[in-house]
């Protein structure tokens, strides 16, 4: 059964603090995992998206972390503003193989 589990459920830190984002996920063959950030009463903005082989992406505050054989990802957060508050969602895209 292909499952994502994000952890903590929610989070508040002081502005100018740093914070971390966990995601695991059992979804077996794996083709991708983006982070993104979808502010209150808006659609959700892509922060990243790696694939297997990638182990780190930054993007600008952020950066995501992948551990593909332990099935696991972080967002960190560096020196966060106001901005920030907002849910952050994990997503990991299985890979299609024919006949599935």
């Known amino acids: 059964k292909n499952q994502v589990e994000q952890s903590p459920q929610s989070l508040i830190i002081l502005e100018g603090k740093n914070c971390t984002l966990q995601c695991n996920y059992t979804v077996s063959p794996f083709s991708n995992l983006r982070w993104y950030k979808q502010?209150?009463?808006k659609g959700?903005?892509?922060l990243t998206i790696m694939t297997f082989?990638?182990?780190t992406k930054s993007n600008g505050r952020y950066t995501a972390t992948l551990d593909a054989d332990t099935k696991q990802s972080s967002l960190?957060?560096?020196a966060a503003q106001?901005?920030?508050?907002?849910s952050y969602i994990c997503v990991v895209s299985a890979l299609c193989?024919?006949?599935t």
Request: aromatic share 0%; glycine share 10%.
């Open 39 to 41: 502010d209150n009463g």
């Open 44 to 46: 959700p903005i892509s």
């Open 53 to 55: 082989s990638e182990n």
């Open 76 to 78: 960190h957060i560096t």
């Open 82 to 86: 106001l901005s920030d508050s907002a």
């Open 97 to 99: 193989s024919p006949g």
